[in-house]
């Protein structure tokens, strides 16, 4: 044991080394993007700057709760700011570097200790060889290679997650209050990094309670009460000194109306629904070689049971619960970015089995080929998507575009010769629907998410016939929209043209107006108000000559 412990070592070392490296690079190469939600990260710390903490989260909560509630304010992207460690955390780097950047900043760091803290379990429950491959592989994960180096949440949330899975694995194997705090302090830090921890927080306490019973693990049932009780309430208790009992359930009452009801009626539909196993489809898109390898491996311990793999079946338990649970909300996989780290586990795993059974004698040496081989592969991967091609997005969509799985023309030419008549029909179904919901009128929470739901609706409705060109129907359903939202942009937007086409220049001008005063650069507003213009006049014109 001696032996390997100055190796140990020097692995640790070289990974650390290169996720410093491959953050750096990742920082100044990969092109940025989702800079909205950038800004109103660092919107958040600007007011914590200017007001201290105590008054720049008040602030942030009445301006959310604000702009949230009010369906005629356009701008209700603004961030809830009831991730406060998150925002605390990034205060105290916005302290050494006040700029946009700052955030980017966590992001790296988060990268390097997620390397860092995943070698020193792996290579403590296993060996350092598994340790050494598992990092290296993570080093060049597109998905990481795309997130740890921007100004975002992801790389924050996927360390505070993998911390919380190591500590609850440390506790079922030696159990105790020290271990137990560990546990707690994780989860407590999840929670208050993004709420989607809230999604995987059962399936930590059926780990633990799994691990004793079925496992045979020594764990202490009042351990794992405080483990079930005490995180949320620290949690809850934070969210009350800053924000207040009251504002704190309003905020997440808005929240959760904005999530399930307006923005499932939204555009984002159209890219970031689809089934449980979509997650499956983008990691074999983005890593295809490393996810043949961790689906032969989880193939490999079905069928080789031992009881004492426990900790790789969590490792699988964990897998297809976060593809169910994570179903439940919009789908994007960079949500799921801590299932990189199962990916590549398996994958050196499977890299040492085939390595062990078909060349014994040098099995180290050809599974770390192996793994340079992936890594390179990975690499190339993540260049090709975010950097040559410069998908700026994650999504299966533009994944599936960059890797050329279909023609954009030809299938622009498809959906409008057959997707569209579906469209519409689901479209002008959920607006049914939702004119039913808010005559039911169940709640000030529900009714304001719904209407903007309505209004996004009949705007997606007054698109599509704008894009047919049936004006008359798109000027129809523009309208219904500024019935739940005085000021949609959209709206505005679809009856200016549909106005301009319809001859109704009076009415074009006074729409393409409005439009412009919302946002002076919509595109082709000012195009179409001085073509109206143009033709009233020609039109006043000719009714004078005709005199």
């Known amino acids: 044991m001696a032996e390997t412990k100055p190796l140990k070592y020097i692995y640790l070392l070289i990974v650390s080394v290169l996720s410093i490296v491959v953050a750096i690079w ?23 700057k200017d007001k201290g903490v105590f008054g720049g989260l008040t602030f942030l909560k009445d ?23 998150r925002i605390l955390l990034h205060r105290i780097f916005h302290i050494f570097s006040p700029n946009i950047q700052s955030g980017s900043y966590i992001s790296m760091i988060s990268f390097v200790l997620i390397i860092i803290f995943t070698f020193l379990f792996v290579s403590k429950y296993w060996d350092e060889e598994r340790a050494l491959m598992t990092c290296l592989l993570l080093l060049t994960a597109p998905l990481f290679i795309a997130y740890s180096g921007k100004a975002l949440t992801e790389t924050l949330f996927c360390l505070s997650v993998l911390l ?51 496992f045979e693990k020594e764990g202490n049932w009042g351990h794992i009460a405080m483990m079930l009780v005490l995180p949320v309430v620290l949690y809850g208790l934070l969210c009350v000194i800053f924000f207040g009992f009251s504002d ?29 196993y979509r997650y499956i ?17 989880l193939g490999y311990y079905f069928y080789h049971y031992q009881k004492d793999h426990w900790k790789e079946y969590v490792f699988i338990a964990l897998f297809f619960y976060t593809l169910l649970s994570f179903s439940l909300i919009i789908k994007n996989v960079r949500y799921v970015l801590f299932l990189e780290f199962v990916y590549r586990f398996f994958a050196a795993s499977m890299l040492v089995l085939l390595a062990q059974k078909f060349i014994p004698k040098n099995w180290k040496a050809v599974a770390l080929g192996g793994t340079i081989f992936l890594m390179g592969a990975s690499f190339l991967q993540a260049n090709y998507l975010f950097k040559t091609f410069k998908t ?25 010769e057959r997707v569209d008549d579906f469209k519409v029909e689901r479209l002008e179904k959920m607006a049914y629907d939702i004119e039913q919901t808010l005559l039911k009128d169940d709640g000030s929470y529900k009714k304001t998410a719904t209407q903007l739901g309505a209004s996004e609706t009949y705007n997606m409705l007054a698109i599509e016939y704008l894009q047919r060109s049936d004006f008359q129907k798109s000027e129809m359903y523009a309208d219904k929209s500024l019935q739940y939202r005085e000021k949609s942009l959209v709206a505005f937007g679809c009856l200016c043209e549909s106005a301009l086409r319809l001859k109704k220049f009076d009415k074009a001008i006074k729409y393409c107006e409005k439009t412009i005063d919302l946002m002076p650069d919509y595109p082709n507003a000012k195009d179409f108000l001085e073509r109206a213009k143009m033709r009233k006049s020609e039109k006043e014109v000719r009714k004078k000559s005709d005199k």
């Open 392 to 416: 700026n997005n994650v999504l299966s969509y533009h994944l599936f575009r960059a890797e050329k799985f279909f023609d954009p023309k030809a299938l622009e030419t498809y959906r409008e």
């Open 281 to 297: 489809v983008d990691f074999m898109v983005l890593s295809p070689i490393v996810s043949l390898l961790f689906l032969g491996s």
């Open 164 to 214: 919380s899975l190591f500590s609850v694995l440390h506790y079922l194997e030696k159990p105790s209050n020290v271990s137990m705090l560990m546990v707690i302090l994780t989860l407590f830090f999840a929670l208050s990094t993004k709420e989607q921890s809230l999604l995987l927080y059962p399936f930590f306490a059926l780990t633990l309670i799994k691990g004793k019973l079925f």
């Open 63 to 85: 301006e959310y709760i604000q702009k949230a509630s009010n369906i005629e304010d356009s701008s209700t992207k603004g961030h809830h700011p009831m991730r406060v460690g």
């Open 26 to 48: 990742a920082f100044n190469s990969i092109p940025n993007w989702n800079k909205g939600d950038q800004e109103r990260y660092y919107h958040q710390v600007e007011v914590l």
């Open 248 to 276: 704190t359930m309003e905020m997440v009452g808005l929240q959760f109306n904005r999530h399930v009801v307006n923005e499932r009626t939204s555009g984002h539909l159209a890219l970031k629904d689809g089934p449980w």
